[in-house]
């Protein structure tokens, strides 16, 4: 199916949606996701015709002696994590391609005052300069929250800036939240089981 050829509502409906703190890789089916400070990164690969999607915001953690948890948590991982699942698949890394979507400030609070938007968008910018990666398009930054919708085949992202009403801020400050705390918790020491034979 070309979905380059829907309406964005039609795409949008049929499109898989990445949450705070996944990844998907596709090489049809559209890809979608709503951010506000957080960052969204597609990464796609046009001679092979495949393509993924990130949704991250770094912790805003001291280092400790989670530290490596935490950085697994984080844009670091999810970079890493897409990069890898795109070459799994096939893609070529000499040949990869980004655009980037983000870091917005919407939400009264805390985290407001530290930046973190800002932090995401720049350590994007970084990184993927870093891997050689070019950043072909990127919207960072502002009061504005955005739905972004991916076309993995062809390397197309639509990118809407939102007012963002009550409802919407509502449902990305829950996401968000509920993301950051993720960030905030130790991890679970494995229980050693043992097996009897």
């Known amino acids: 199916m070309d979905y380059s050829k829907l309406p ?4 949008e409906r049929l499109a898989l949606n990445v ?15 709503l951010l506000g400070s957080c960052v969204a990164v597609c990464l796609f690969d046009p001679q092979k015709r495949i393509g993924g999607i990130n949704h991250f915001m770094l912790p805003n953690l001291q280092r400790h002696r989670h530290g490596d948890v935490d950085s697994l948590l984080s844009g670091a991982y999810a970079m890493e994590a897409l990069l890898n699942a795109l070459l799994q698949q096939g893609a070529r890394k000499p040949c990869l391609q980004a655009k980037a979507f983000g870091g917005g400030t919407i939400i009264e609070s ?3 005052s530290l930046g973190i938007g800002l932090r995401n968008a720049r350590f994007t910018e970084e990184w993927l300069a870093r891997e050689g990666i070019p950043l072909l398009a990127s919207d960072f930054l502002g009061p504005w929250s955005r739905k972004v ?16 009403n009550m409802a919407t801020a509502g449902l990305i400050e829950r996401e968000e939240r509920a993301y950051a705390e993720s960030l905030l918790k130790k991890p679970a020491v ?8």
């Open 110 to 112: 805390a985290e407001q």
């Open 8 to 11: 964005s509502k039609e795409i």
């Open 19 to 33: 949450a705070p703190g996944a990844w998907a890789v596709e090489r049809e089916r559209p890809l979608s996701t």
């Open 149 to 164: 919708l991916f076309l993995p085949a062809s390397g197309d992202a639509y990118c809407k800036r939102m007012v963002t």
């Open 190 to 197: 494995p229980e050693k089981k043992i097996e009897l034979f």
